[in-house]
Protein backbone atom coordinates (compact mmCIF):
# COMPACT_ATOMS: atom_id res chain seq x y z
CA UNK A 1 0.00 0.00 0.00
CA UNK A 2 1.40 3.29 -0.84
CA UNK A 3 1.54 5.95 1.67
CA UNK A 4 1.96 9.98 1.65
CA UNK A 5 3.34 12.12 4.20
CA UNK A 6 2.81 15.44 3.59
CA UNK A 7 4.68 18.23 5.44
CA UNK A 8 6.50 21.88 5.44
CA UNK A 9 3.07 24.25 5.00
CA UNK A 10 2.56 27.39 7.27
CA UNK A 11 1.33 31.04 7.04
CA UNK A 12 3.29 33.08 4.94
CA UNK A 13 2.54 36.85 3.55
CA UNK A 14 1.98 37.34 0.15
CA UNK A 15 5.12 37.42 -1.90
CA UNK A 16 7.08 34.52 0.40
CA UNK A 17 7.79 31.29 -0.45
CA UNK A 18 7.57 27.75 1.32
CA UNK A 19 9.18 24.09 0.51
CA UNK A 20 6.91 21.34 0.75
CA UNK A 21 8.14 17.74 1.22
CA UNK A 22 6.15 14.73 0.60
CA UNK A 23 7.78 11.18 2.05
CA UNK A 24 6.91 8.14 -0.09
CA UNK A 25 6.47 4.67 1.46
CA UNK A 26 5.29 1.32 -0.24
CA UNK A 27 6.46 2.84 -3.78
CA UNK A 28 10.14 3.77 -5.41
CA UNK A 29 9.76 7.03 -6.66
CA UNK A 30 12.42 6.16 -9.41
CA UNK A 31 9.65 4.15 -10.91
CA UNK A 32 6.58 5.85 -9.59
CA UNK A 33 5.24 9.30 -11.17
CA UNK A 34 3.97 11.86 -8.73
CA UNK A 35 2.21 14.94 -8.80
CA UNK A 36 1.21 17.63 -6.02
CA UNK A 37 -2.55 18.55 -5.88
CA UNK A 38 -3.96 21.40 -3.78
CA UNK A 39 -7.77 21.88 -2.00
CA UNK A 40 -8.92 25.24 -1.13
CA UNK A 41 -11.94 25.52 1.24
CA UNK A 42 -15.25 25.26 -1.08
CA UNK A 43 -13.30 23.89 -3.93
CA UNK A 44 -12.36 21.06 -6.00
CA UNK A 45 -9.09 18.97 -5.74
CA UNK A 46 -6.80 20.36 -8.83
CA UNK A 47 -3.28 19.09 -9.89
CA UNK A 48 -0.84 21.47 -9.15
CA UNK A 49 2.40 20.16 -10.73
CA UNK A 50 3.54 16.60 -12.32
CA UNK A 51 6.68 14.95 -12.62
CA UNK A 52 7.69 11.71 -14.65
CA UNK A 53 9.76 8.84 -13.55
CA UNK A 54 12.07 10.24 -14.78
CA UNK A 55 12.04 13.51 -14.19
CA UNK A 56 11.64 14.21 -17.64
CA UNK A 57 8.50 15.42 -18.20
CA UNK A 58 7.15 18.08 -16.04
CA UNK A 59 3.61 19.80 -15.57
CA UNK A 60 2.08 22.76 -14.43
CA UNK A 61 -1.27 23.90 -13.62
CA UNK A 62 -1.06 27.43 -15.27
CA UNK A 63 -1.62 29.72 -12.42
CA UNK A 64 1.63 28.23 -11.13
CA UNK A 65 3.98 28.72 -13.65
CA UNK A 66 7.03 30.22 -13.09
CA UNK A 67 6.81 30.71 -9.06
CA UNK A 68 6.48 27.04 -8.70
CA UNK A 69 8.99 23.95 -9.09
CA UNK A 70 8.18 20.12 -8.72
CA UNK A 71 11.34 18.18 -7.76
CA UNK A 72 12.02 14.78 -6.24
CA UNK A 73 15.02 13.16 -4.77
CA UNK A 74 15.02 9.38 -5.83
CA UNK A 75 17.33 8.30 -2.50
CA UNK A 76 14.90 10.00 -0.11
CA UNK A 77 12.13 8.74 -2.31
CA UNK A 78 10.77 12.32 -1.27
CA UNK A 79 9.33 14.78 -3.81
CA UNK A 80 9.20 18.57 -3.17
CA UNK A 81 7.10 21.65 -4.18
CA UNK A 82 8.90 24.69 -3.80
CA UNK A 83 6.26 27.71 -3.80
CA UNK A 84 8.00 31.33 -4.49
CA UNK A 85 5.91 34.27 -4.92
CA UNK A 86 3.10 32.94 -3.06
CA UNK A 87 -0.63 34.63 -3.74
CA UNK A 88 -3.74 34.18 -1.74
CA UNK A 89 -5.28 32.17 -3.71
CA UNK A 90 -2.72 29.59 -3.43
CA UNK A 91 -4.12 28.97 -0.14
CA UNK A 92 -5.13 25.36 -0.01
CA UNK A 93 -4.05 21.94 1.65
CA UNK A 94 -1.79 20.89 -0.41
CA UNK A 95 -1.22 16.84 -1.43
CA UNK A 96 0.86 14.14 -3.03
CA UNK A 97 -0.46 10.85 -4.67
CA UNK A 98 0.76 9.53 -8.28
CA UNK A 99 0.54 11.49 -11.71
CA UNK A 100 -3.14 9.86 -11.58
CA UNK A 101 -4.12 10.72 -8.30
CA UNK A 102 -5.69 7.28 -8.14
CA UNK A 103 -4.14 6.36 -4.77
CA UNK A 104 -5.43 6.70 -1.28
CA UNK A 105 -4.45 10.45 -0.22
CA UNK A 106 -2.21 11.74 2.64
CA UNK A 107 -3.49 14.20 5.64
CA UNK A 108 -2.07 17.14 3.75
CA UNK A 109 -0.18 20.13 4.56
CA UNK A 110 -1.72 23.44 5.01
CA UNK A 111 -0.84 26.50 3.39
CA UNK A 112 -2.01 29.72 3.77
CA UNK A 113 -1.09 33.28 2.53
CA UNK A 114 -2.18 36.36 3.70
CA UNK A 115 -2.26 39.42 2.03
Known amino acids: QVEFVESGGGQVQSGGSLRLSCVVS????????MGWYRQAPGRQREVVAR????????EYTDSVKGRFTISKDNAKNTVYLQMSDLKSEDTAVYYC????????WGQGTQVTVSS
Open 97 to 104: NNWAASTN
Open 26 to 33: GATIANYP
Open 51 to 58: ISATGLTI
